[in-house]
């Protein structure tokens, strides 16, 4: 990947006008959710909220609000290249045996594409600098936005979560909104 981490990526979008920083106070309670709705709407950039009310925590909302993103964020010149690799990544989702010698010779540059992407395993990354557990777990000091008055509590949107089954070894990975009830 061509980003070491967010930084390096919000750092690239903001030199190509592609990230406003947003320094005023900013409501988490529905306010960064209208502003970020009709920038995103208008095909504005991606908004980093650098002082959300009541919080010391950012909030980055429309990472991937264009195409154009997405095609940055996944090392792609242009959005063109992004139809290769979705058929790449659909390959890798359903991949199937080749039905004959021809089909293999033809399956070759993805087999090759596949070979070619490093696993990367870290014993320290950055994402890891502050760990909270147990008491020191507390979810109220995260900016979690209310994003519509009709929503029964501050909800994470597009978070990625990972689950087990207590059956299968299997994991899943799904986006899947998640309430606030509690602290932890």
Do not use: H
């Amino acid at each position: 990947m061509k980003y070491r981490n967010l930084r390096d990526f919000l750092e690239l979008l903001e030199q190509q006008g592609e990230l406003k920083r947003i320094k005023q106070e900013i409501d988490p309670y529905l306010e960064i959710t209208e502003i970020s709705d009709r920038t995103l709407r208008a095909g504005g950039p991606a908004l980093l909220f650098e002082n959300p009310k009541g919080f010391d925590i950012p909030v980055l909302c429309n990472l991937f609000g264009t195409a154009k993103r997405v095609a940055m964020g996944m090392g792609q010149e242009d959005v063109s290249a992004l139809r290769e690799l979705g058929k790449l990544l659909a390959f890798l989702k359903e991949p199937e045996p080749p039905k004959d010698f021809k089909n293999l010779l033809s399956l070759l540059p993805q087999y090759k594409q596949v070979l070619n992407m490093p696993t990367k395993v870290l014993n320290k990354a950055d994402c890891q600098q502050i760990v909270l557990s147990g008491d020191q777990v507390d979810l109220y000091k995260l900016p979690i936005m209310q994003c519509w008055k009709e929503d029964v509590a501050p909800l994470v949107t597009w978070g990625l979560t990972i689950t087990k089954g207590p059956y299968k070894k299997r994991q899943n990975l799904g986006i899947y909104r998640q309430q606030l009830i509690g602290k932890n």
